[in-house]
């Protein structure tokens, strides 16, 4: 059984400004099983976005999220990730959205990050 999304995203946040970054919530979606995006943002102002890995990659006894960029996005302006997650939040009303901000644009997913080709 995995963790609840609201007790995951507190989790995630705070190991985010743990850790040196800065992570806030921008949208809550639902508590039980919402998915979760995580935005990052670097120096330069451009955005790299994380969205849940497809569940056909993850084994059926896995527990903990996995992550991967979002395929068609690479890297993003404030418009253009807005635009994208406007988009994303019409076929799914009960998703997360977490903002990080760090220099380095780290993402913090000590979970791991699903490759395109895994």
Avoid: C
């Avoid at 330069?44 to 979002?70: K, T």
């Avoid at 993003?76 to 959205?97: G, K, N, P, T, Y």
Wanted: aromatic share 8%; proline share 3%; hydrophobic share 40%.
């Amino acid at each position: 059984m995995r963790l609840r999304s609201d007790i995951w995203v507190a989790a995630y946040i705070r190991r985010v400004n743990a850790s040196g970054g800065f992570a806030v919530l921008q949208r809550r979606g639902a508590d039980e099983a919402g998915a979760i995006y995580i935005t990052v943002e670097g120096d330069d102002r451009m955005h790299d976005l994380y969205v849940p890995a497809p569940q056909s990659v993850l084994g059926e006894d896995e527990l903990d999220r996995r992550f991967r960029r979002h395929p068609k996005s690479g890297t993003l302006d404030a418009l253009a990730l807005s635009e994208l997650i406007q988009r994303e939040m019409r076929f799914d009303a009960d998703l997360w959205v977490i903002a990080v901000e760090d220099r380095e644009r780290r993402h913090f997913l000590d979970t791991g990050i699903v490759e395109d080709g895994d």
